[in-house]
């Protein structure tokens, strides 16, 4: 296997696996909001991940704050499913994607009409 498509197999694994942690195995009243793992991200070396998340519903700095408590028991839940030897550092970011393309749309609409 490639060195560089481990990085994105690990991410993806990780990805689902998260999901699956966060839907069935999680048990705080705030991972009950509708939260979806938008991106993961893993350094080439394979000791870090960065797991981006979406918020539908609720406070994504609370439910950030869950995650940091929660990303212990997180990481040894992977380490479970993993056929990996070293189980990649986990942070979680709030996935800004959305807010910023409105934004951005938004200011195309006013620059566009203000050349009208």
């Known amino acids: 296997m490639k060195q560089g498509r481990r990085p994105q197999k690990v991410a993806s694994f990780i990805k689902e696996e998260v999901s699956q942690i966060l839907m069935y195995e999680l048990n705080d009243p705030v991972f009950k909001n509708f939260i979806s793992i938008t991106e993961v991200k893993v350094s080439g070396d394979l000791k870090r991940a960065q797991i981006f998340f979406r918020v539908f519903q609720g406070d994504p700095e609370e439910v950030k704050n869950a995650f940091e408590k929660a990303k212990g028991y997180i990481r040894k839940l992977l380490a479970e499913r993993m056929n990996i030897r070293f189980v990649p550092e986990l942070s979680f ?21 203000e050349e009208s």
């Open 93 to 113: 970011e709030i996935d800004r994607t959305f807010e910023e393309e409105e934004r951005l749309a938004e200011l195309f609409k006013r620059i566009k009409k």
